[in-house]
């Protein structure tokens, strides 16, 4: 398994950042294959992270003219600076909080 992040300072915000992001999540799940998309911010910064089975369905997502658009209206539009990484996770860890288990699983 693999995840693709994306760490961002945020410049200004408008409305079609709320329809693109929408959209390129919808993308990455439904036409890709990508299995878990969480994304966070704040006032001055982004995170989002998604998890994707292969890195060929990660190139795919980014290659998608939709997500190109994406990311020149980052650059262009609403991030200061961003980061962007892929990794492949190695090890991961689940706690149930409330029958007090965790579990782990080797990948």
Wanted: aromatic share 12%.
């Amino acid at each position: 398994m693999y995840a693709f992040i994306l760490k961002a300072k945020i410049k200004r915000l408008d409305k079609q950042y709320g329809e693109i992001t929408a959209l390129i999540k919808r993308l990455a799940i439904e036409k890709y294959g990508c299995i878990d998309y969480i994304h966070c911010r704040d006032k001055h910064k982004e995170i989002v992270i998604s998890y994707w089975p292969s890195l060929t369905q990660i190139e795919a997502w980014q290659n998608d003219p939709r997500n190109h658009l994406a990311q020149q209206l980052g650059r262009e539009k609403w991030y200061d600076s961003y980061e962007m990484e892929t990794v492949k996770r190695i090890k991961a860890y689940k706690s149930n909080w409330l029958s007090k288990t965790v579990s782990s699983e080797s990948l």
